[in-house]
């Protein structure tokens, strides 16, 4: 995606769509990250705050998903053990849901449900697969779509359209090349310039921006954008585990996966045998 365009022509893009301001916890952490010699002490002060955010923080280190030997009871030894960056990327997916939820979204019990599936599915499948970051993997599984509930306050009968983009999607037409015929606009432009605004990592955003053209990504071998590649291979992955093109698509059949499954597979160097096997450990520990 172009990071040259001008306000009035991303407006244009947003098709009237507002961005909710990025949370301040983010603001305040991503101040504390970016100085020179950042302050422990500070970035568990600040994350200590917000109970909320403090208790799904230890509830989310503390899942078998994140694999880790002993419990975490505490802030710090969270980010002792994990690092701050790695922190605070968990702590911006965790702040997600809570700043988007107004009551045309909560209403959309489906998408958050399937977001957190989605989310902790990319953590296990990073972790099993040994792709690095498996914080950035949690962050995208969680924001990928965020764009949709932003669609769906703007456009009343989003979810309808949305159902046709994933009937349609092949080999030539992305789930959303439908949404640009009905809109102008899409949930994977609305979330790249949501994520950009809050200023999550760049490959983060990329990846937002690219998750339905991952066709194209995966046959691009000149491309040598391994971070993105990593990612959108998790995410592809979780959304057929979860069965995105079901709960978001009302789809009997994943159209998307069945035109990319095999491209990600072999990228990641996985057999059918091992992804089945891979899906039947994530069901295990409660990821579906």
């Given at each position: 995606m172009s990071q040259e365009l001008s306000p009035e022509q991303i407006q244009q893009v947003l098709q009237g769509i507002s961005i909710a301001p990025q949370p301040q916890i983010m603001v305040d952490l991503q101040?504390?990250?970016?100085?020179?010699?950042?302050?422990?002490?500070?970035?568990?002060?600040?994350?200590?705050?917000?109970p909320g955010l403090?208790?799904?923080?230890?509830?989310?280190?503390?899942?078998?998903?994140?694999?880790?030997?002993?419990?975490?009871?505490?802030?710090?030894?969270?980010?002792?053990?994990?690092?701050s960056g790695s922190i605070i990327n968990l702590i911006n997916a965790l702040s997600i849901k809570g700043e988007m939820s107004d009551e045309t979204i909560v209403t959309l019990n489906r998408f958050?449900?399937?977001?957190?599936?989605?989310?902790?599915?990319c953590l296990t499948l990073a972790r099993h697969t040994d792709i690095p970051a498996v914080d950035e993997a949690y962050t995208l599984g969680l924001f990928h779509d965020c764009g949709v509930p932003l669609m769906l306050k703007r456009f009343p009968d989003y979810m309808s359209v949305l159902e046709t983009a994933y009937a349609q999607a092949s080999e030539q037409t992305r789930v959303v090349d439908t949404e640009n015929r009905m809109f102008n606009t899409n949930h994977s432009v609305v979330g790249y310039y949501t994520a950009k605004s809050w200023r999550l990592p760049e490959h983060i955003t990329a990846a937002i921006a690219n998750h339905h053209n991952a066709l194209a990504v995966f046959r691009d071998d000149a491309s040598g954008d391994t971070r993105l590649k990593n990612l959108l291979a998790v995410l592809k992955m979780a959304e057929h585990i979860c069965a995105s093109y079901r709960v978001?698509?009302?789809?009997?059949?994943d159209h998307e996966?069945?035109?990319?499954?095999?491209?990600?597979?072999?990228?990641?160097?996985?057999?059918?045998?091992d992804f089945e096997h891979l899906k039947q450990t994530i069901r295990?520990?409660?990821g579906h």
């Open positions: 101040f504390e990250q970016y100085m020179p010699d950042p302050d422990l002490d500070t970035i568990c002060r600040l994350i200590a705050q917000d403090s208790g799904a923080l230890l509830k989310l280190v503390n899942s078998p998903h994140f694999g880790l030997a002993d419990k975490v009871g505490s802030i710090q030894r969270a980010v002792a053990l994990l690092g958050w449900d399937t977001a957190q599936d989605v989310a902790m599915t978001l698509g009302n789809q009997a059949e996966w069945q035109v990319v499954g095999p491209l990600v597979l072999d990228y990641i160097g996985l057999s059918e045998y295990e520990l409660g």
